[in-house]
């Protein structure tokens, strides 16, 4: 069953189409993922897809609904969040501070509630720690839930990142480079974490530049370059595609 329905995704900035007539799906409980050299419009998709961009053409379908003129926080509220290329954690806050920011969109306080504490507030709060640390357990940080986030390895601050992501109950999750600047243990451990995400019911799309996380655990592929969609398929029908072996001649070939 389809959770997402993008169809003739269009951009342009000052005149240069950035990304033109991009369609693809993806289907509910998948590891979809979208590849291309540098430069191929990949994140500016992202983008449009979860409202920081407006596409100037083109429709995009989310669990039924249209999502075109939509505000970055809807997308949230209706249960798209993402991650970033570049680690966005708060350096000043804890581990399980920086988890409980993604909860922000789901805890229904009021301003009152807030001004005098009140029971109600004290018991939203409880559960948003309860629930954060059980997002720590998996990954091995629960019992750095109160260190400041810096103190972790990159490895495990790029999935506290994810972590945050999840505080606010995705039904679609979008990954934006997690494994870069990775070594090849932080990215085994990040794979196997994504694919246990799946087991969990989430649904996640994945921009990646290490082709081989990507060939391992996605289930279908789409591939873009210059802002146009140049093949789709199964990894291993796309390892062999010659428009996408082309694309990547000079900068990297899947093996």
């Known amino acids: 069953m389809k959770i997402l329905d993008v169809s003739n995704l269009s951009i342009s900035f000052g005149g240069l189409k950035a990304v033109s007539d991009v369609s693809f799906s993806v289907e509910k409980g998948s590891i979809t993922s979208l590849i291309g050299p540098n430069g191929a419009g990949k994140t500016t998709i992202f983008n449009m897809l979860t409202g920081f961009y407006t596409p100037d053409e083109g429709s995009i379908i989310f669990d039924g609904e249209s999502m075109v003129g939509k505000k970055s926080y809807e997308f949230i509220e209706y249960g798209m969040a993402r991650t970033f290329?570049?680690?966005?954690?708060?350096?000043?806050?804890?581990?399980?501070?920086?988890?409980?920011?993604?909860?922000?969109?789901?805890?229904?306080?009021?301003?009152?509630?807030?001004?005098?504490?009140?029971?109600?507030?004290r018991e939203i709060e409880k559960a948003a720690r309860a629930k954060a640390l059980e997002l720590l357990k998996p990954i091995g940080l629960e019992k750095m839930a109160d260190e400041r986030c810096t103190s972790l390895p990159y490895g495990k601050q790029k999935i506290l990142e994810i972590a945050r992501a999840l505080m606010s109950d995705p039904k679609l999750l979008f990954l934006d480079e997690p494994a870069a600047g990775l070594n090849p243990q932080e990215s085994e451990e990040l794979s196997n974490f994504i694919r246990s995400l799946v087991d969990q019911g989430f649904t996640i799309v994945l921009i990646e530049h290490d082709l081989k996380l990507v060939m391992n655990i996605s289930d279908y592929v789409y591939v873009v370059d210059h802002g146009v969609k140049i093949a789709e398929g199964l990894p291993a029908d796309v390892q062999k595609n010659e428009a996408v072996i082309t694309a990547y001649i000079g900068r990297g070939r899947t093996k």
């Open 85 to 121: 290329q570049n680690i966005r954690l708060y350096s000043q806050m804890s581990v399980i501070e920086n988890v409980l920011i993604g909860y922000q969109c789901r805890m229904d306080t009021g301003f009152f509630s807030c001004l005098f504490n009140t029971r109600r507030k």
